[in-house]
């Protein structure tokens, strides 16, 4: 069919894209993956294919309007395969003339060293992961400095929310026990403030930079609620939202490194770990200038239970 919309990942954040576009109106969608299948609404298009290829990705995006990059490889796999994805989809996107949504995390900024952290944060990341992050990013834009291809750039903290899965430090671990009376188990020290994105919010702010028209060239923190609140005060808004109760514990670093050894993601989750050692705040008071609302914690806390349930 004729697309507006390509959307490159069809994890949490691609869906929840999806469900952004839709209720915007939008019905020319077209969702690319390796498998071919989804669980989208009637009439959104999938098609199986590898997006580092880039002649697939500019066959599939042909006369797109806008071209989301939505991928998240495995963990283990994000050197070897991360830049060639977003190459496919860069290409592609400069092909059919189409602005490219691009999501990014905050690894790029590495420790947050007491501030806050807005958008003209320089690049200080101290991971391997942060490192190709702000390598990628630099790469997007330099192609929309060179006036190949519009490009807009959404930054989501960690996130939460249906769907969230285990990579989630308020994902699997915690829903799961929370509806079961468990201790739910956190990485870092949970007492620390730290900024958690809700999925929904993540795809209805990039469905706000696809089509916003001063979203082009820069970057934008997707919505946050803008409560400081610790892990540990969010996993007990779910205690009580379900009706349960339980006990908040950090995974001991002796843990960790004993299931990295047989678990590559749980091995590259360990780098990352600083992240919930120190408080880490991501303002979004940017976005919001476009239009973008954050949904308050105490009801993504309630409908992500939902959708666990």
Known sequence: MSVRHVVFGSGAIGLALVDALRSRGESRIRVVNRSGSAPVPDGVEVVRGDAADPAFATRVAEGARVVYQVLNPGYHEWVDRFPALQAGVLAAAEAAGARIVSLENVYMYGHAAGSAFTEDRPHAAHTVKGKLRGRMADDLLAAHTAGRVEVAIGRASDYYGPRGGAQSNLGDRVFRSVLKGKSASVLGDPDQPHTYTYVPDIGAGLAILGEHPVAAGQVWHLPNDPAEKTTRELVNL??????TSGAVRSVPDLVLWALGVVNPTVRELREMRYEFEEPFIVDSTKIAQL?????????????????YR
């Open 291 to 307: 239009g973008a609302r954050a949904t308050p914690y105490e009801d993504g806390i309630t409908q992500t239970l939902e959708g």
């Open 238 to 243: 779910a205690y009580a939202a379900a009706g």
